[in-house]
C-alpha cells in the first residue's frame, strides 16, 4: 500500500454534502434562466485552441490549460463558454431561429494561483442573447443576474450591478487625447483601478504616456456618479455619442424591469475580457470583499472573429466560487438535510428478500432505503434516521403471518400496523 | 474573417434540442438513483495520473487524456469514475457511514477512434455502494441498471443483463490447469470471446499456451447455459466455491427484487478492466449489435490500492452514447419540443417596456419569454409558436387604456380581454 493520493491542487471533491449545495445553487440558475425563456445547450469541454487566438484577452490566455492529443492537435479545457457558443452560432447561423436565448451551467477550468474565490476547477453559468441589437436583450439578461442573487436571498444593501459601456468609455478617452488604437491599452489599466492603490494607478496611467493633468481629468470622470447628467454629447465621438445611447437604454429598460435600484454607473468597470464592444455589467458584493460575482456585456463581434458572418450578442456568466463565498459570509446558505420517503428494516438477517420485496412496492412512488449490511435491527434503526428516513417499515416475522408490517412515523413517533397490500396505495 | 472552427472529433454540440434529450436521460438517471436510496456526488474532472497506475486495465491506460501543468505535474482527464470515488472514500474512510451509497452523472474522455458508440467525450451514470460485503448490494445496483432501461421502455426482449463471477472463472481456469499468476491474462483474452470469430479466439487461446483438448473444455464452459446446475463445487477451489456462492446469492436477491427474467449467466463475460474481484454485469441489447449499455461488478481492493484501507465496494457505469442509440433504433425516444408558457407580444415598439412590466408579473409563477427584437405583431407570433408558447399575452395601444391585455391560448385560439391586475392572480 502507498501513501493516499490527493487531489489536484484548486479543485474540490463534492462529497454528497457539498454536491447538495452545489445542485442546490444550480437548481437556481437554472430555474431563473428558465423563467426567462433561455433554452439549455452545452458543448465539448475541450476545444481546438484556434478558437482562442483572437479575442480573449491576455490574462485568460496564460490561464489557459492545454493539451496535444495522439494526432499532434493543440487542444484547450475551456476557460469560458463565450467563444464554444460563438462557434456553434457561426455553424449553423442561418438556420437558428432569432433571437438565440441560450444558457448553459457547466465546469471550466483556468490555471490560477489557488486563493479565496479563485480555483482552477469552477462551475459557470452563462447566460446569452444572440441575434439582436436590441439594447432590451441587455437589460433581460442582468435582470437575470440580479433575480439570481435576489432569489438566494441577497437585498440592495448586500450586492450591486456595476454597467458601463466600452463605446461610451472609448469616447471618453478619446476625447482626453488617446490615440484610438491605443484605446484597449489603456483599458485594460483602468480595469485594474479597483484592484490597486490608487497611487499605483496614476502611476500607471503615467507609465502609459497620460499627463498629470489628464490623469487627474481621468480620474474625475471615472469616479464621477452623476456623469450621465453632466455629459455634454456634442463634445463626444459618435462612438462615445452611441456608447451613451445604449448606456441610457440599458437604464431604462432596468427601470421597466424594476430593478434599476440594484445597479449603478461605473466608468471605470471594463471587464477584462477584449471581445465586449458595447454595454457592460458586473455584479459586485457591496463591500468590494470579494471579486466579481458575475460579468459580461455586449460581443457584436464575436461570432465573426469564429468564422461566422457579423452577428450581435449579449451575455454573461456567473461562477459559483465567489458565490458560494458570499452566501455564506452573509449567511444565506440553506441547511440541506439528506433525506429519504422510507427504510425498510428487518428484525432478522432472514428476512432480507422479503425487505427487497417490500422496498420494490414502495419504490412505484417513494425513494426507499433498505439495509445493505445485514446488520441486527437497532444498528439499521440509527442508519435509517442517519440518512433522514422520514418513515421507517419494520418486517418482523410475527407481523408477516399476519401479512403485516409495522409503520413507524419519524417525525410523530408513530407505529402502526399494515396490510403488505396496503403499501401499493399508500 | 478565417474559416469556420470545427470542434474536436469525437466529442457532440449540445444545441437545445440535443441537451434535452441529454436531459430526460440524466433526469431518468438520477430519478432511478434516489429511488434506490443513492445519493449524488462529484469530484474533479482532472487527476494526479498517480490514480491510474495500478488495477485500471490496459485498455483504458492507453486511452487516457494526460497533460503536464505549469507546475509540472502529469495528470489526467478521467476516462472514468471509479479511481475518484475510491480516492475519495480513502481520504475519508473512517467518518463516512456505511454503506456508502453514492452516484454521479458526468463527464468522461477517452482517446479512442469515434466510431458507432464510441466517442471521446461521454457522460456516464456511476452507481456504487462502498462498505459492504452483502450481495444484496451487488443485486441493488443491478436492479437499478434495469429500472433504467425499464422507464426508457425496454422491455426483456430488447435487452439483458449478463452475469459471471470473476473469482468462479478464476477457480474453472484453475481447474483446467491454468497457473494461478496467468489467470488475469487469460481473462483479457476471454473478455475478446464475443468481439472476435471463433476460430481467431481458439487461436488466441493456443498462442496463450491452451492445449486442443482444455480450449475446447474451456469453449464448453463459457458457453453453458446451465453450469450452476452441472457444476461439481467440489471439484472448485475454495475461491471458486466463493464465487460460485457469490454468483448464486445474487441470482437469489435478483429473484427477490423481481427482476431476474432480466439476467442471464454468461461465464465469458469477465469486463475489461483489472479492479473486479467479485460479481461482474453487463448491460446489453439482445441482438448483441452495440457494445455494452453499462457495467461493473465488484472491487473490493480498490479504495486500498489508493492509499486507504482494505473495504468492499461495487458499482457500476452506465454511459450516454450506446444508449442513445439503441433507444433511436428502438423507438424509445420522445419527441421532446421547446416550449414556455407565457409570449408577451406588443403591438407597437414603444410598447416594450410595458410587455417587460407584464412579463415581470407572470414571471412570478410562469416561464414568460417576450419579443427581444423590436419586431411586427405578425413576427413576434411566428416567433411566438416557434418557442412553443401555450398563451400569448397581447399588449396593444387600445386595451392598454382599459388597463387590459389579450390573453390567446394557443391551444383552444380562445381569446380573451384581462386586467393587469388580474395577471398576478393567473
Known sequence: MKGKIEKVRGTRDFYPEEKRIQNFIFDVWRDVALKYGYEEMDGPLIEPIELWHEKSGEEIESQMYTLVDKGGRKLVIRPEMTPTLARMVAQRQ???????????????????????????????????????????????????????????????????????????????????????????????????????????????????GLDEKTISKLNDVLESEDYLEKVDEKKLSEEGRQGLYELKQLIKYMKSFGLWKYCKLDLSMVRGIDYYTGNVMEVFDISKEFRAIAGGGRYDDLVAVVGGERCPGVGYAMGDVVLELFMRKKGKMPKLEKEIDFFIATTSESLAEKAVEIAQLLRKKYNVDIDLMNRKLAKQLKYADSVGAKKIVIVGEEELKQNKVKIKDMKTGKEELVLIEELKMI
Open 94 to 208: 442561418r438556420e437558428l431561429t432569432k433571437p438565440i436565448k441560450w444558457f448553459s451551467i457547466q465546469r471550466f477550468w483556468r490555471y490560477e494561483k489557488p486563493q479565496s474565490g479563485r480555483l482552477r476547477e469552477f462551475w459557470q453559468i452563462n447566460i446569452d442573447v444572440v441575434g439582436t441589437e436590441s439594447i432590451l436583450a441587455d437589460a433581460e439578461i442582468t435582470a437575470t443576474a440580479i433575480e439570481i442573487m435576489l432569489r438566494l436571498g441577497f437585498t440592495e444593501k448586500e450586492f450591486v450591478v456595476r454597467i458601463n459601456n466600452r463605446r461610451l468609455l472609448g469616447g471618453i478617452l478619446l476625447q482626453l487625447g488617446v490615440q484610438k488604437n491605443r484605446i484597449i491599452e489603456l483599458c485594460r489599466i483602468i480595469d485594474k483601478k479597483d484592484k490597486v492603490a490608487e497611487r499605483n494607478f496614476r502611476q500607471m496611467l503615467a507609465d502609459f
